[in-house]
């Protein structure tokens, strides 16, 4: 079975210097039908101007996943990690037994677009941690990466959480072939581009939640799609 969640239908916040799409419930935005998905809590489509960003704030027990589409996200936090993310690169920051941090727009000029994801851990009160790594388009291109994962195999960097974290770019007509493995959900992100998700057309910020089902074919429907799939415990 698949459900779709259009991009539309999400829920937003505007402040003049973020306007924010909230797939699932969070901040001022609630909906009872979209608390989230399995063990997936949180993504946000957060568009910052430049210069501006969230000033430091404390988080407890999350698995925290910046992935940046354009432009560039500064990060700090209590632990001693200074750092900047940009596009290909994938960060995760565990909020575990407490943290405080800040993100930024890293530019005076330009805009970032990034996706903020929050995913609930297997395990509370766990010592706090950070870690980046980047990955370049050609491995993503007609394909779909391991970028997050609870053991950290293939590079990938390592998810408090029984899940496995994919990003792909595809171009029209690349096709892409995905078996689930049984007692798993999936959720499928869509964040630039079009593709097609077993013959339902999705656009960019439209999701789609994945249960009962034994495969996935993904056909690229633009020039450049970017996904995420999030293969989880069901």
């Known amino acids: 079975m698949i459900t779709l969640r259009p991009a539309q239908a999400r829920g937003t916040a505007n402040f003049g210097w973020l306007d924010s799409r909230h797939t699932f419930s969070f901040g001022e935005y609630y909906d009872p039908n979209h608390i989230g998905f399995a063990d997936l809590r949180v993504i946000n489509e957060d568009k910052v101007t430049a210069g501006q960003g969230f000033g430091t704030h404390g988080h407890r027990d999350m698995e925290i ?7 560039a996200l500064e990060h700090k936090d209590s632990i001693g990690t200074g750092s ?3 596009p290909g690169d994938v960060q995760r920051m565990s ?5 405080y941090h800040s993100e930024f727009n890293a530019s005076k000029t330009d805009p970032v677009h990034f ?17 980046q790594k980047h990955f370049t388009d050609a491995e993503k291109l007609g394909k779909l990466r391991l970028v997050g994962s609870r053991d950290g195999r293939d590079g990938s ?15 029209d007509g690349d096709t892409v072939n995905y078996a689930i ?21 999705l656009t960019a910020g439209d999701g789609a939640a994945i249960a009962q089902e034994s495969a996935l074919t993904l056909v690229g429907n633009s020039e450049k799609a970017e996904v995420l799939l999030f293969d989880m415990a069901a």
Do not use: C, F, M
Request: net charge negative.
């Open 157 to 171: 960097v390592t998810i408090h959480q029984n899940v496995d974290l994919y990003a792909g770019l595809l171009q």
């Open 84 to 86: 900047v993310i940009h």
């Open 181 to 201: 493995a049984p007692n798993r959900s999936i959720w499928l992100q869509v964040a630039r581009g079009s593709v097609q998700l077993n013959g339902q057309t």
């Open 115 to 131: 996706l903020q994801i929050w995913i609930l851990p297997e395990q509370k009160g766990i010592d706090p941690g950070y870690e």
């Open 95 to 99: 909020a575990g037994k407490g943290i």
């Open 65 to 71: 996943i910046s992935y940046v589409l354009e432009g």
